[in-house]
């Protein structure tokens, strides 16, 4: 969720790393569209959907503000995406440790594994001794 910065970012490294499918959900669907021709241009491979998915998905990684303040609700709309058809949660706020979206996910209902943004993925062009800029960037 996200299409901004952070979500652009982490969209085309899941591209890179050869996820099968995204599915972009932006509060302004003009910006999902275009990061979606984005990754079709560089990952044509990846099936990109702009709009919550019918099925089971693996993980779902929130690159939103929404989570940033207490009072902020959860991005996710559950309605659309239940938790228990999600393999994992990763959200990309790391203060608070504890977003809705994390707190939501670690219900005894849902009890999904979870991350938070102290993992974030790196920059291109920003030195990382981990994982996440082992390959080259489009």
Same mark, same amino acid.
């Given at each position: 969720?996200?299409?901004?910065?952070?979500?652009?970012?982490?969209?085309?490294?899941?591209?890179?790393?050869?996820?099968?499918?995204?599915?972009?959900?932006?509060?302004?669907?003009?910006?999902?569209?275009?990061?979606?021709?984005?990754?079709?241009?560089?990952?044509?491979?990846?099936?990109?959907?702009? =709009?919550?998915? =019918?099925?089971?998905?693996?993980?779902?990684?929130?690159?939103?503000?929404?989570?940033?303040?207490?009072? =902020?609700?959860?991005?996710? =709309?559950?309605?659309?995406?239940?938790?228990?058809?999600?393999?994992?949660?990763?959200?990309?706020?790391?203060?608070?440790?504890?977003?809705?979206?994390?707190?939501?996910?670690?219900?005894?209902?849902?009890?999904?594994?979870?991350?938070?943004?102290?993992?974030?993925?790196?920059?291109?062009?920003?030195?990382?001794?981990?994982?996440?800029?082992?390959?080259?960037?489009?």
């Amino acid at each position: 969720m996200g299409a901004g910065g952070a979500g652009r970012v982490a969209a085309l490294k899941l591209a890179a790393e050869g996820v099968r499918e995204l599915c972009l959900i932006n509060r302004t669907r003009t910006k999902a569209e275009s990061l979606g021709r984005e990754i079709g241009r560089h990952f044509p491979q990846v099936t990109v959907l702009l =709009d919550y998915p =019918d099925h089971a998905v693996d993980l779902v990684l929130n690159a939103t503000a929404l989570g940033l303040r207490a009072e =902020d609700a959860s991005p996710l =709309d559950e309605q659309r995406l239940p938790l228990p058809r999600v393999g994992a949660v990763y959200d990309m706020i790391y203060r608070p440790a504890e977003t809705p979206l994390l707190r939501r996910a670690k219900k005894p209902d849902v009890a999904r594994p979870m991350v938070w943004g102290c993992c974030c993925i790196k920059a291109p062009g920003r030195s990382n001794s981990g994982p996440a800029n082992r390959r080259p960037w489009p």
